[in-house]
């Protein structure tokens, strides 16, 4: 599909089309590429990193400068919290009752 049917938000188109952008390679390239799981804002996330780092190995020494500045080069390293034994959620515990 094509972008503007995947990811219908113009945001999301944005963030996918930024390391083009930021190389100068815009409409040089065709990307076909697969996703799956997480939400839309993470699957643009993903394929931003995926985009950068493709573009990065084309060109090391011409497009790595640019794409380390403005952070496409970087994982986002969150990821959720488990859930602990005694505890609701994560973090959250049961409601405390002093008597």
Do not use: C, M, W
């Not at 804002?41 to 780092?53: C, E, I, N, W």
């Not at 090391?60 to 959720?80: E, Q, V, W």
């Amino acid at each position: 599909r094509e972008l503007d049917d995947y990811f219908p938000n113009k945001v999301h188109q944005q963030e996918v089309n930024d390391p083009f952008t930021t190389t100068g390679a815009e409409g040089k390239f065709d990307v076909h590429a697969r996703i799956s799981g997480g939400g839309v804002s993470g699957q643009a996330g993903a394929l931003r990193l995926g985009v950068a780092r493709s573009l990065n190995q084309i060109d090391r020494d011409g497009n790595r400068p640019s794409l380390k500045k403005a952070g496409f080069l970087t994982r986002d390293p969150r990821a959720k919290e488990r859930k602990k034994y005694g505890l609701k959620k994560a973090r959250k515990a049961s409601q405390y009752s002093k008597r």
